[in-house]
T-cell receptor
């Protein structure tokens, strides 16, 4: 079985501050990991994905994430938050031949001026 | 990049009627598509996996006869909510597995309101 844990429901940062959104996963086989962003009343947009290549993955809009097997983590970071980053963020895992994605419960990012 | 078109974006229907939602992959073939339901401020709940040319696989607790899924071609999957009731009001999102890109592309979602 696979699962994703995103602790907390809301993160608030100041504009220009570091963004850190945490994601821990559970998987019995090497996983594929994804971060998605969702704006209100829209679908999900892929930020980045880990598919067993480089452990440090760079995505769109200045986001990156590092796969740490020993910590079963795939935390999302961005050095400097922008107002437009305010949205809902979901971490997801896919493992093995099962093509299903399992999502975390999501976390809301707010950016203060 | 890969695009999935989902229509309609919003629909309001009367209780007891049926509503069809379409999900199309525009520039790639999708053998597998997924249908999710999302309640306000919550995560995506997988309803079913749709495979081209075969019956959909429904998640536990999802009524097959209420949520009819058809995946007749490699670029189109449809979800029909039959005999809709107010409790079916929700945000429905489809995604298509893009095997070439080792990823998943999501539609923009459909806000269903049953009155």
């Amino acid at each position: 079985a696979q699962s994703v844990t995103q602790l907390g429901s809301h993160v608030s940062v100041s504009e220009g501050a570091l963004v850190l959104l945490r994601c821990n996963y559970s998987s019995s086989v090497p996983p594929y990991l994804f971060w998605y962003v969702q704006y209100p009343n829209q679908g999900l947009q892929l930020l980045l994905k880990y598919t067993s290549a480089a452990t440090l993955v760079k995505g769109i809009n200045g986001f990156e994430a590092e796969f740490k097997k020993s910590e079963t983590s795939f935390h999302l970071t961005k050095p400097s938050a922008h107002m437009s980053d305010a949205a809902e963020y979901f971490c997801a895992v896919r493992s093995g031949a099962n093509s299903k994605l399992t999502f975390g419960k999501g976390i809301t990012l707010s950016v203060r001026p | 990049g890969a695009v999935v078109s989902q229509h309609p974006s919003r629909v309001i229907c009367k209780s007891g009627t049926s509503v069809k939602i379409e999900c199309r992959s525009l520039d790639f073939q999708a053998t597998t598509m997924f249908w999710y339901r999302q309640f306000p401020k919550q995560s995506l709940m997988l309803m079913a996996t749709s495979n081209e040319g075969s019956k959909a696989t429904y998640e536990q607790g999802v009524e097959k006869d209420k949520f009819l899924i058809n995946h007749a071609s490699l670029t189109l999957s449809t979800l029909t909510v039959t005999s809709a009731h107010p409790e079916d009001s929700s945000f429905y999102i489809c995604s298509a597995r893009n095997e070439g890109a080792n990823g998943y592309t999501f539609g923009s979602g459909t806000r269903l309101t049953v009155v």
